[in-house]
């Protein structure tokens, strides 16, 4: 089973797995891994269209490069109206209603992992941290949608290079 899919289990389960009172530690790393989940699931998809299979070592190494920031800002634009120049040059038809969702929650799921990972004043409760699994696995299924699309192939390779794509 793939990473992003593991990672989204173990939020779910991180979330649940207390009867009564749960532990703060369990609902910041469900947070954080519902974020890390779609992170990893984007990462995923992206090597897998622009990296070749061989030599063997290469796409793990070209995983390491995208940056938290960078794929943040890339997912704001992709939620903006109009779509930024850069980017819509090569989508004149705009972003399908999906793959905004899928941007839309990868921002918000990486603002709430800041919280949880740096916070010591956040105190997420169950439903809160429920909220965030349930926002992961929407994008989960958002994405299944679009992602054979064209549309879904330039956010990919601009979750990669849009910091450095010029108009």
């Given at each position: 089973m793939p990473l992003a899919d593991d990672?989204?289990?173990?939020?779910?389960?991180l979330a649940t797995v207390d009867t009564g009172i749960p532990l703060q530690a369990n609902l910041r790393r469900a947070i954080?891994?519902?974020?890390?989940?779609?992170?990893?699931?984007?990462?995923?998809?992206?090597?897998?269209?622009?990296?070749?299979?061989?030599?063997?070592?290469?796409?793990?190494?070209v995983a390491r490069t995208f940056a938290h920031?960078?794929?943040?800002?890339?997912?704001?634009?992709?939620t903006k109206s109009p779509l930024p120049e850069k980017f819509a040059a090569i989508l004149p038809q705009g972003v399908?209603?999906?793959?905004?969702?899928?941007?839309?929650?990868?921002?918000?799921?990486?603002?709430?992992?800041?919280?949880?990972?740096?916070?010591?004043?956040?105190?997420?409760?169950?439903d809160e941290a429920l909220i965030r699994v349930a926002s992961a696995e929407s994008a989960f299924s958002a994405w299944r949608t679009i992602?054979?699309?064209?549309?879904?192939?330039?956010?990919?390779?601009?979750l990669a290079f849009g910091a450095r794509w010029s108009k």
């Open positions: 990672l989204l289990i173990q939020a779910r389960m954080s891994s519902a974020y890390y989940a779609l992170f990893h699931l984007l990462i995923a998809e992206a090597v897998d269209l622009i990296v070749p299979k061989k030599p063997v070592g290469l796409a793990s190494k920031g960078e794929m943040d800002r890339v997912c704001n634009d992709f399908p209603a999906e793959l905004q969702k899928v941007a839309i929650y990868f921002s918000q799921l990486q603002d709430a992992r800041h919280l949880a990972d740096y916070d010591t004043a956040f105190n997420p409760t169950r992602q054979r699309t064209e549309e879904a192939t330039v956010f990919l390779t601009a």
